[in-house]
């Protein structure tokens, strides 16, 4: 009798308390649900176990990454009506303990025991990060980095297409070419640290050395760009060594904590501040100062959450942290510019490009989808499904204003008090 479907809708409804906005398709091919729906492709009875097993996120991106769970429909349409039973409820904090204490709830787990049996938990996928050693310090960092930015050149080169730049695009409409709201990202940052010819940039967190080569050749700067990434920096190299700009561009692998040779005129931080981490940020803010000499400029490009009643309820993401950006941590706007002005910066300006970073996380789902296969075959389809899920869900998150991206422009004052900066500063528009 093939009523797997019926059954897990009618006992996952028991245990949420609500009606399930999706609808399900289980191994033995029976379906339930709202007509019409995205349909949850549960392939296996191992895809109950993993749910039993980790409640909430982290079971649900284990079934995915496995390939345990699929989506059959709108992927973005599908992770809006999930999102409201997982991240917006936030199950995980709960914890499993609490939600027993319902006896219908405990009825509904009996139910699900049946349905997937339950020998042994399954194994997490291959590609979940083994936690090991304290956060943020230089090894952990290092290995964090690594996880997240050595999965191949090719694969990014899939996802973020020729501009080869993994942080938020700057769009003049929703129409534009990616490549173009990149390059204008990059001049966009160039304009706000007033770049002219013969200046030292420091670009910490380089990537794959767009910025550096678009400052360098576009401004005339010489630049220093560092990164933890080996393949990173070996990409980086040799598209300094093409542009003709080994003169005037050095990329290093180095620690942004091991730099000693300012100072600066100027230090661009961009998407690289998630990695540092809440205890380390005052210590990242007044390196930062002390490498700028007084007048520099630091603009600091960063993803920002949305504050908390009790900051000390703060935890990390479950699926980001175990399969995309190990130890990455996301504080408040707020937070980062009371740190930035501790360490001695005056913050001059701040704008917002969270719709900016929706349509970017777009256009690189489609990029991975229109060449999935090949990515696949590059890193996995355990990556891919990863990265998949990774971006739609961040494309919605920045929709519907639960994550932002702020541009923080920022100047290390003289000792006199003076910024250096003209009486109307806004040049860049």
């Known amino acids: 009798m093939s009523d797997a479907a019926p059954r897990l809708k009618n006992l996952l409804e028991q245990l949420l308390g609500v009606p399930l906005p999706v609808r399900v398709r289980a191994w033995d091919g029976s379906q339930a649900g709202p007509p019409g729906a995205p349909v949850l492709v549960v392939r296996n009875r191992r895809a109950v176990r993993r749910l039993l097993f980790k409640p909430g996120e982290l079971g649900l991106a284990r079934a995915w990454v496995a390939g345990d769970l699929d989506i ?41 025991v049946k349905l997937g049996g339950l020998p042994l938990p399954p194994a997490p996928p291959r590609e979940e990060v083994r936690r090991r050693g304290h956060l943020h310090t230089r090894r952990t960092d290092r290995r964090a980095v690594s996880h997240h930015y050595d999965v191949g050149n090719d694969f990014y080169e899939i996802v973020l297409g020729p501009s080869m730049v ?40 380089c990537g794959w050395g767009s910025m550096a080569v678009h400052a360098a050749r576009e401004h005339g700067v010489s630049v220093v760009g560092v990164t933890l990434s ?38 661009a931080s ?31 490009h960063q993803i920002a959450r949305r504050p908390q009643r009790d900051e000390t309820t703060y935890r990390l993401d479950g699926f980001i942290d175990a399969y995309v950006f190990p130890d990455g941590e996301l504080a408040p706007l707020g937070t980062t510019v009371t740190q930035l002005e501790r360490a001695g910066l005056e913050v001059r300006d701040v704008e917002s490009i969270r719709e900016h970073y929706a349509l970017t996380l777009r256009r ?66």
Not at 169 to 186: H, N
Not at 272 to 285: N, S
């Open 230 to 267: 080996q393949e990173q920096a070996a990409y980086a190299r040799k598209r300094v060594a093409d542009e003709g700009l080994t003169d005037r561009v050095e990329i290093r692998v180095q620690d942004y904590r091991d730099i000693t040779d300012g100072p600066y005129d100027a230090i």
């Open 270 to 300: 961009i998407g690289m501040a998630e990695h540092v981490g809440a205890e380390r940020y005052l210590e990242y803010a007044r390196d930062l100062y002390a490498l700028l000499r007084p007048g520099g400029r630091l603009l600091n």
């Open 364 to 429: 690189w789902v489609a990029n991975l989808a229109a060449d999935r296969p090949r990515a696949q075959r590059i890193a996995g389809p355990g990556r891919a499904r990863v990265w998949l899920l990774y971006m739609a869900a961040c494309a919605l998150a920045f929709e519907r204003n639960r994550i932002g991206v702020n541009q923080v422009l920022a100047v290390r004052p003289a000792e006199s008090g003076a910024s250096g900066l003209p009486l109307r500063a806004r040049t860049w528009n």
């Open 166 to 205: 993994y942080s938020c695009a700057y769009w003049e409409s929703p129409g534009g070419t990616l490549e173009a709201a990149q390059r204008d990202k990059l001049e966009l940052v160039c304009r706000k640290l007033a770049l002219t010819p013969g200046q030292r940039l420091l670009d910490v967190g």
């Open 72 to 112: 059959d429909g709108d992927l973005y349409t599908a992770l809006g009506l999930i999102s409201g039973l997982v991240w917006e409820r936030d199950e995980d904090a709960r914890g499993l303990s609490e939600v027993l204490r319902d006896p219908g709830a405990r009825a509904a787990v009996r139910g699900l």
